[in-house]
């Protein structure tokens, strides 16, 4: 019988090879695949095109693999703080593709929805329209922008099943769900594997019939960019 | 002149009864302070996020929980969580009521720029192309010249656009206007103690003065 | 303070004028606003276009509505086995338009995301691509098709809290959420309306920014249209 | 000859392990019956589910559960729920690795007409147009020949069309056939007792019989 389940990372991405293009889930560092990243680091993969809406911090998330110079090319909407990306980008060493993230978010949808192409007005009569399509709906202009076409998507959920159904939780669902449709082959890493039949179907945020693989994963650091508090007193 | 607290409570006096409100980083992420009492009004976060309370309390910080700034915050009783397609989907079919952000230009025909400087580092545009070419009303939090003294309220942007004539309102430390639809822009008020020469001199671009321009209140 | 809680079903639809285009959830008999259509019935509104994957039965859902011969168009999928529905449409007083299911879903979600068309090859090659743009994308053909533009979206869902946020039930699902985000106004009634917080913002599956109007309907009917049953013996 | 249960018994043998499939209404949804033991296969609803389970047993009928045909079903462990737009989109992915639908006609290039007879009443496409376009791999099952005894696998449809080029195989009461991308009914196997003659006979669209064609087998 089909098995999606793993043993873990190392086994869920071991024909990850040099030149593939990922999906990477996550919002900065809020619901990123931080098992899979580590063991990308680990076999040193190369040549990767990453489609992720953030590239980490210098010592976290993407930024590990930036670190190694794993990665050939980013296509995010926003990098953030990170030295190491800014001296590979000034350097020439990395391509960046800076989109907008409602694109970006949209692109994943179309690829997880069969759909070619969409329309959106972000980006119109700016740089990033350059060379693409315009289109003209009830007086207003919109870009056509065409689905990804990921190699493999990988995602972080909290709970999974053995059917690879997913259920995220809280904002680190962000771009998990869209990317798990739109991978060609799409790897979940989830907080508690259950077994098939202990998640509710009207719960169920990510069905099964796109996910390929799944494990529990460990050792879940979870940092927080920016720890913003109140004090505990009124006001 | 308005400290920037104070420009992020004049604009809090735009928001309506109801209203679903994307705040940006900087000034306009104050606006929540200023949110009058009495009526209701849901933050969007666009990172997947309707209803944004708070920060949370010392040693509730929830890591699987921010805002689109990745600040830690909380949730408030009706909140919704949905993912990144979705929350763009929402804002470009305009359910959002009002978008607040910031800017470094704004050209007289409603052009923003605020996502990039050659030269610099680029970080990225994130969700505002989304959010300026989409939303119904967006109010633009600002200073209304820049460190070198120039005014970033132009005939034309000099920055690489992040949209086009998208813009409808600007509050800053010396004024409102708001943006006409034929180009140019409308002094609505002016910062206590503000003169409209002073304004003038700190506009670039065409500035509309019609009737008498009252100071801004904040009562 | 707005108040998106209404009395009941007649509140809810007390401006939907006769010649209006409304979006009506549900699949079959499951899923739909029964409380709503009723209402519909007894406010003899006409001249209405109905967005909806099917048309009742005779005595029962959308069927109701066409008795009164209060729809002028039918926007559908699929319109079953409904007497009257067969003797207007050949007497020429309803105006059909059938159009294949994942059109009709995807054109409820291309308004909800406010994305104006959408490509889909359903359809291509038939009598439904007539004067339709088509457009070749990686060597297979799309037709585009348009957002639907619905004054009233009609749904029913299972759950609702007073913010507007709807969760739904199994099947009863189906298109209720897409139309839920598709309507100019859109109206929920629910099976149970709680107060806003009670519902786990996890598991909510319409946002309340998409919803105006919400009460909690009555007597409801839930008819099954095609009772299947297996004997409690195995086999 | 076979009867519908042994159209259905014979193309359950190609479902593989791991298969999302979504059954038609009529002869397919017999298939369901047939799945071999110790192979994981999940059917697909396409009103918004995954995981389809049998009939309730009497008295269990759940209103809010039903599927494609509008019959009350069950779920099973590891079973989803989801809306119409999510359906169809995993349906246009291609996600599903499987259709089986019946067909009033199959023309000899793959295109199939199942929805509309001229002058008769029209009761609508529903999924079927969304299907036929987008699966990777549709299995028609039909009788050979219609009720007035004309063939049903012809040169051109007659009847208004679901889809182009887009059947691959056919399994009817006389035979296994593939549809050959050059255009084509390529003979796989013929039903006990059924001669290569009648077949041919009841084929009114090019039959391409290479080699030795045997029986058909149900064990």
Known sequence: MINKVVSGAEEAIRDIADGATLMLGGFGLCGIPENCINALVKKQVKQLTCISNN???????????LQ???????????????????????????????IPQGTLATRCLAAGYGMPAIFTPAGVGTEVAEGKEIRNFNGKDYLMEYAFDADFAIVKAWKGDTAGNLMFRSTSRNFNPVMAMAGKITIAEVEELVEAGELDPDHIHTPGIYVHRIFQGKDYEKRIEQRTVRKSAVG | MFSKEEIAQRIAKEIKDGYYVNLGIGIPTLVANYIPKGINVVLQSENGLLGMGPFPFEGEEDADLINAGKQTITTLPG?????????????????????????????????????????????????????????????????????AGESKLLPKCTLPLTGVKCIKKIVTELAVLDVLPEGGFKLLERAPGVSIEFIQQSTAGRLVVEGEILEMRLD
């Open chain 1, 55 to 65: 590239a980490g911090v210098d010592d976290f998330g993407i930024g590990l693999m």
């Open chain 1, 68 to 98: 190694q110079r794993q990665i050939k090319k980013m296509i995010s909407s926003y990098v953030g703080e990170n030295a190491e990306f800014e001296r590979q980008l000034l350097s020439g060493e990395l391509e960046v593709d800076l």
């Open chain 2, 79 to 147: 909140s919704s969580i949905f993912d990144s397609a979705m929350s763009f989907g929402m804002i470009r079919a305009q359910k959002v009521d009002l978008t607040i952000l910031g800017a470094m230009e704004v050209s007289e025909n409603g052009d923003i720029a605020n996502w990039k400087i050659p030269g610099k580092m680029v970080k990225g545009m994130g969700g505002a192309m989304d959010l300026v070419a989409s939303a119904k009303n967006i109010i633009v939090a600002m200073q209304h010249v820049n460190k």
